[in-house]
């Protein structure tokens, strides 16, 4: 500010930087009111045994249905909505809408499959998720081994004594959990293994290297090994093409997701690839 930088020292007005942080305020405004106007909408990506091919989950990412600007993808507001604090409302509204589209499916006779729901940081450290967790669970009737939840390695390093009882008691209920964009945080492997999930997500950054790169070839690899050493499952995010899926297949792979599968789609879509 001009004045903490002493008298004499002029501050022009800068008209680009003010536009921009009003421009700011009047999104992080509008980003409060998407929920009530109904303009955020849940997209479904689908994840699949890599020796099947059937449907085994679905990952329900949030998009914002801008009124002027259009579909908006995650990236464009979950970071602004994790600084005002919104996030947790998000999460939640997500959290309900993809417990309650995974049992309509299963209500419609689909054969069954999980619905993957990400977490931020605030919500899975928030002291009554438990409680929230089995009241959406309950509303929807979804069974609570079908939802999977994805924290990234940060969001379940990140005071472990504190959220452990709560990972504990939903892992305890058979909800699942997925540790998103594995390898791209810094994970204490004593830590990894004292944490009760289900299965890694290779982050993406590293399948995009897989068939240029020969050390994301070792890092998936050695991903891929480490998960089923330690008995867990392992899944591929970001695979966009034939020979990404070949190397993954050879090096035995659980799961896949990506744009060569599909892009998250509408739920309305989503059933033509589980009929
Ligand atoms: P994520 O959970 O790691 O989701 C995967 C992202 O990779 C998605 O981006 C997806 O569209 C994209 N992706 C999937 N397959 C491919 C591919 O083959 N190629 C490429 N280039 N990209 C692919 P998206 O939809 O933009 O989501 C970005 C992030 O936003 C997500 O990353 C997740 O961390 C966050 N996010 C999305 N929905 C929610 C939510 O409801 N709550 C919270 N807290 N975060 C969310
Ligand atoms: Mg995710
Ligand atoms: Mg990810
Ligand atoms: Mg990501």
Partial sequence: HAKEQGRNNYQ????????????????ENRLRQALERHELVVLYQPQVAMDTGQVTGAEALVYWLHPELGLLSPG??????EEIGFITDIDEWVLETACAQNKAWQDEGYRSFNVTVNMSSKQFRRPDLVDQ?????????????????EITEGTAMKDIEYTIPSLNTLTGMEVGFAIDDFGT????????????????????????????????????????????NLKLEVIA???????????????????????????PIPAEDFRRLIM
């Fill in 12 to 27: 022009f007005y800068n008209p680009a930087l003010n536009t921009r942080t009003l421009e700011r305020v009047k999104m």
């Fill in 76 to 81: 464009h507001f979950i970071p602004m909505a």
């Fill in 133 to 149: 967790v089995r009241r959406v669970l309950n509303a929807t009737g979804l069974p609570p081994r079908f939802l999977e939840l």
């Fill in 185 to 228: 945080g810094y994970s204490s492997l004593s830590c990894l293994k004292k944490l009760p999930i289900r299965k890694l997500k290779i982050d993406k950054s590293f399948i995009f290297g897989v068939n240029t790169d020969p050390n994301d070839k070792a890092i998936v690899a050695t991903i891929i090994a480490m998960a089923h």
């Fill in 237 to 263: 995010e970001g695979v966009e093409d034939a020979d990404q899926l070949e190397f993954l297949h050879q090096n035995h792979c659980d799961q896949m997701q990506g744009f060569l599968y599909s892009r």
